[in-house]
């Protein structure tokens, strides 16, 4: 009986938490932020590169992008890992 009050409020909690963000999301369609209006305006003369997104991606977010893609490969080699143990148990 503990344990299922020990869950019920983890879920209870997580339900708050997800309700709580989407009243502090911005709502679709609204105009961008100041932050946004700046990288659109500057990104150009600051990164070297039309494409905007590349822009954000590679020179504003370089550290997170390089994080991101960590984990990416981080990920896929425990996956891989795991998949060719359990096969060389099958083979024996």
């Known amino acids: 009986?503990?344990?299922?009050?020990?869950?019920?409020?983890?879920v209870?909690?997580?339900?708050?938490?997800?309700?709580?963000?989407?009243?502090i999301m911005r709502p679709f369609g609204e105009p961008p932020s100041v932050?946004?209006?700046?990288i659109?305006?500057?990104a150009q003369e600051e990164a070297a590169s039309n494409n905007v997104v590349a822009a954000v991606l590679f020179d504003y977010r370089g550290f997170d992008?390089?994080?991101?893609?960590t984990?990416?490969?981080?990920?896929?080699t425990g996956a891989l890992l795991v998949l060719r143990a359990s096969h060389k148990k099958e083979e024996t």
């Not at 932050?35 to 700046?38: A, E, G, I, N, S």
Request: aromatic share 18%.
């Open 12 to 23: 209870v909690l997580m339900v708050f938490l997800v309700i709580g963000a989407l009243f």
């Open 71 to 76: 984990v990416l490969f981080a990920a896929v």
């Open 35 to 38: 932050m946004d209006d700046y």
């Open 1 to 10: 009986m503990r344990q299922f009050f020990g869950w019920l409020s983890l």
């Open 40 to 42: 659109i305006d500057n």
């Open 65 to 69: 992008t390089l994080g991101e893609a």
